[in-house]
């Protein structure tokens, strides 16, 4: 038997758990309204299955009923039973309706018409039969408490006086058919206690609704704040991670760039060694012309490497800007070799840009950046093929640059969010969502402006408008002409880059003073003889960084304009501080002769302000 029975509890409580699931599964949105959803069932359930029985009890069993039927009662109206009847199917089907109703998520609904149903037959009941044979407060409370729990104050305050009115129209009924009470004021007594008891009851059931709801809104309120604060904890967790590994990448990135740009200086410097076929007296046979041909691939793709190079900086955030004016038209022409290299086979490449020039202030290495990040924005768009162009010309006092696919296109919703950092339509895995903000942050910071122009299916096409530098080109291009002798000294721990740049300074008509650590640049100061016109000093060495063996070398040569060349640097190349200007910056990768010409430059605006105008001893 014990078997038996834990077998019947188990199976009791099974089923028990799952009506509790189908009665909590409503399609609810109102959290109060959910949680009273079940018992409202279970409630309406319970009426609408025992108000029938119970009628058919009392009618078969009892003889309550019997003053009710023709006859028996000279006051009684002569249809009382089927009055009474009508009301309980009235209140039956209304139970049934208020559980189909709260099934298709209408809780309110569902309270309301039973709450009506009730009020109804309370007041048919109490017109019929009168107040003193029909005292029945026991519907009047469950209509309260229904109204105040389920649907509010509101609903509350408008049932009360409803029960009230049905309370006086039964007294009135009282007054004029009730032999007991005709024409007595005695049949109002009562009224009054009635009204005052029911409010006291009404300000409860108020008061304690209001209470609750208000601490369920509360409590509400407080968790939502919970998961907010929860939420923004863990995206600024997560952001801290990710500057983190930014920051671990940036390290990386950068060393690893100041490495890889030695290189490229080196490649570059021997590469621009084909310019000798231009002198006066060159050999221009078919091998040397060849070799120069070949020499130009290399620099080409040494400055394919400087691209590169260029994009791990921007991605660790340590990039300088070196701001210089050149032809966009005559970029967009020598950047064809990378593009091609850089689109598939089945995509034709188009280059539309005019021979005379059009000039800009730009970071060209950032304004090849941005175009090959759109060409490779452009290639993803077109898996089958395709076209893509670039277009250049001037319009206005602007220079607009029209960047075009025929690719896949893109949505409207896709449209208005492509320039933001991190979003992206790719696979996880295939693209950081970085590469079209940088564009955007680029073309910004030139003082310019882009737009996109796209649809699904019919390309996309990129309108960029940059300010265009007015003025002529022979302005732009340094004199490498120099005084008879200028004295440098060069400091780079990098013996081959170091020799290379001796070598073009040397050539330029300067003397040359090398070291190969910051070490050496201290013994050097203290031994030589005359202060070097020019200091040039990588900013990453071995044994120290620029910055701080510049802070050494000015002790002993307070006033020596400085070129400090490094991978990346914290300023734009300018001077890292106002306090000091005869500093600026040089990014490598650059050829010796930016660097000659830098020399020139310093040297000439050293001895310009060092020396009258009339006492100049450095052309200008």
């Not at 009847?85 to 569902?110: E, M, P, Q």
């Not at 967790?237 to 690893?256: C, H, I, P, T, Y």
């Not at 991605?315 to 038209?329: M, P």
């Not at 400090?564 to 910056?585: F, H, Q, V, W």
Request: contains cysteine; hydrophobic residues 45%; neutral net charge.
């Amino acid at each position: 038997m014990g078997i038996i029975a834990r077998t019947i509890m188990a199976r009791g409580a099974i089923a028990a758990q799952r009506l509790m699931g189908w009665l909590n599964r409503v399609p609810i949105s109102d959290p109060v309204d959910r949680r009273n959803a079940a018992f409202l069932q279970i409630f309406l359930l319970y009426k609408g299955c025992v108000t029938p029985l119970y009628k058919a009890y009392m009618l078969r069993f009892t003889s309550v009923y019997d003053v009710f039927r023709p006859g028996h009662s000279p006051t009684m109206p002569h249809h009382a039973l089927a009055i009474d009847l009508s009301t309980d199917v009235l209140v039956t089907v209304s139970a049934w309706l208020g559980i189909y109703l709260i099934r298709k998520g209408l809780f309110r609904h569902a309270v309301s018409q039973f709450l009506a149903a009730m009020v109804a037959s309370s007041l048919i009941s109490y017109v019929s039969f009168g107040y003193f044979l029909w005292n029945a407060d026991l519907v009047s409370f469950e209509a309260l408490a229904l109204s105040g729990l389920m649907l509010g104050r509101k609903a509350l305050w408008s049932i009360y006086p409803l029960f009230m009115l049905s309370y006086a129209s039964g007294m009135t009924v009282d007054y004029f058919h009730n032999a007991r009470f005709l024409h007595s004021s005695s049949a109002y007594a009562p009224l009054p206690f009635l009204v005052l008891s029911y409010l006291l009851v009404v300000v409860i059931l108020d008061r304690s609704s209001t209470a609750l709801r208000e601490s369920l809104a509360e409590s509400n309120r407080h968790r939502q704040q919970l998961q907010d604060e929860m939420a923004e904890r863990e995206r600024t967790r997560e952001q801290l991670l990710q500057s983190q590994k930014m920051d671990a990448v940036g390290k990386l990135a950068s060393g690893v760039a100041h490495d890889f740009n030695n290189v490229l200086g080196i490649v570059l410097g021997f590469a621009l060694e084909r310019h000798r076929l231009d002198e006066p007296g060159a050999a221009r046979s078919e091998d040397a012309l060849a070799l120069a041909k070949a020499l130009q691939g290399v620099e080409m793709a040494a400055r394919r490497g400087a691209s590169v190079s260029r994009k791990l900086l921007n991605f660790s955030r340590r990039e300088v800007t070196h701001v210089e004016t050149f032809d966009v038209a005559e970029a967009l022409r020598e950047l064809q070799p990378l593009l091609r290299q850089l689109l598939p086979a089945q995509v034709t490449l188009r280059i539309d840009a005019p021979w005379f020039p059009l000039l800009v202030d730009f970071d060209r290495s950032q304004f090849e950046l941005a175009l090959l990040n759109l060409a490779s924005n452009a290639r993803d768009a077109m898996p089958d093929g395709g076209e893509f162009g670039l277009s250049v010309e001037r319009e206005g006092s602007d220079i607009g640059i029209v960047v075009r696919d025929n690719g896949t296109g893109m949505s409207d919703e896709v449209r208005q969010r492509i320039f933001e950092p991190f979003y992206t339509t790719k696979p996880a895995g295939s693209g950081t969502g970085l590469g079209l903000a940088v564009v955007y942050t680029l073309v910004e910071r030139a003082g310019g402006h882009i737009e996109v122009d796209a649809s699904p299916g019919t390309g996309t096409t990129f309108h960029i408008r940059l300010p265009m530098v007015d003025r002529p080109v022979a302005d732009l291009v340094p004199s490498l002409a120099g005084p008879d002798e200028i004295h440098v000294m060069l400091i780079d721990d990098d013996d081959d880059l170091r020799n290379l740049l001796c070598t073009a300074l040397q050539n330029g008509g300067c003397r040359v003073s090398t070291a190969a650590s910051g070490a050496d640049a201290e013994r050097m100061a203290e031994q030589i003889a005359f202060d070097p016109q020019v200091l040039v000093c990588d900013n990453r060495l071995g044994d120290t960084d620029g910055t701080t063996l510049l802070l050494k070398l000015r002790q002993r040569m307070p006033r020596i304009p400085t070129i400090l060349i490094s991978a990346y640097l914290d300023t734009d190349g300018r001077s890292p501080n106002p306090a000091d200007p005869l500093t600026e910056r040089l990014p490598k990768p650059f050829s010796p002769n930016d660097l000659l010409a830098r020399v020139i430059g310093a040297a000439r605006r050293h001895a310009a302000q060092n020396h009258p105008p009339d006492q100049t001893t450095i052309s200008t």
